[in-house]
């Protein structure tokens, strides 16, 4: 097995559900597949939303399903000195400015309109966000396809500090991602249109950007994503055989139902996944 890893990276608001199932177990095949190690990374920065015990729940469910990481746990609440140092390195460089404006002002807006882009505000009680340009990035998902996208035109200017204080999703995610070892990001078709937004910060950090793949999302029965707002059940860690025989099929694995451990289902698993073989297929699921 080589130092190159997968990952997943889960964030501590709630239990696991069948669709973040479904993303973990294509990271963990994928990465045993390629012969690679499988991180585990919990995405704790956003602190109001964390939830009390969600963490333990999840390390729990993941091992009840055979899916046994390498090495220790990542947590990002354990990081925050890297995602420091580089908010630094941009607002040194010059790709940054604080911004005042409030949420309620900007709602609605698919784009932020670049009001406090020349306004030099000072950095108490201001957001930072990151300056982008009118270059496409450009990438091949190993299950959507190739994608360009234009930030000026998609996003604009977008925030990596909070102006509570908090480092942004996107900017840990881009410095956690953007190290050397993390080879292929595989994670939910919603987290799709981040993507660019990462590889943008990744470029602008000058650090080594993964190959990325978004697989299926599951949908409840409205045609929802399940998640904890759309108040999906968590797993049952009981019926974990049953659980990966429900989900296998979503990344084009019919597996023999003779399989009565998790363990043994996931080592045939990986040895018959094939990242390719989604790419044709439906862009979600419905449960």
């Not at 294509?26 to 045993?32: F, T």
Request: with cysteine; charged share 25%; glycine share 8%.
């Amino acid at each position: 097995m080589t130092s190159a890893a997968g990952r997943f990276a889960p964030s501590p608001t709630g239990p696991l559900h069948l669709g973040s199932l479904l993303a973990a177990t294509a990271s963990y095949l994928d990465a045993r597949h390629r012969g690679e190690l499988w991180l585990v990374r919990i995405d704790d920065l956003d602190v109001p939303r964390n939830v009390p015990g969600a963490e333990d729940a999840i390390l729990r469910s993941l091992e009840a399903h055979g899916l046994n990481w390498d090495g220790t746990v990542i947590r990002q609440s354990e990081r925050i000195e890297r995602y420091e140092a580089a908010l630094s390195q941009l607002i040194r460089t010059g790709h940054t400015f604080n911004c005042t404006c409030a949420r309620k002002k900007l709602k609605g807006l698919s784009r932020y309109p670049g009001t406090c882009r020349d306004a030099a505000h000072p950095a108490d009680d201001a957001a930072v966000r990151v300056r982008v340009d009118d270059r496409p990035i450009t990438f091949e998902d190993g299950v959507v396809g190739p994608i360009s996208e234009v930030l000026t035109e998609s996003v604009g200017d977008f925030i990596i500090r909070r102006r509570d204080g908090l480092i942004a999703y996107q900017l840990a995610t881009a410095v956690d991602d953007g190290e050397p070892g993390i080879t292929r990001v595989i994670r939910g078709g919603d987290l799709l249109d981040n993507t660019a937004r990462q590889i943008y910060l990744i470029q602008l950090l000058a650090l080594s950007p993964p190959e990325y793949a978004h697989v299926p999302m599951v949908l409840n029965a409205a045609g929802q994503k399940l998640s904890k707002q759309t108040h999906a059940s968590a797993l049952d860690d009981s019926n974990a055989t049953g659980n990966l025989l429900e989900i296998l099929p979503m990344l084009g694995l019919t597996a023999p139902e003779t399989f009565s451990a998790p363990d043994e289902l996931l080592q045939w698993a990986a040895a018959a996944f094939a990242l390719e073989t989604l790419r044709d297929g439906p862009s979600s699921y419905r449960h």
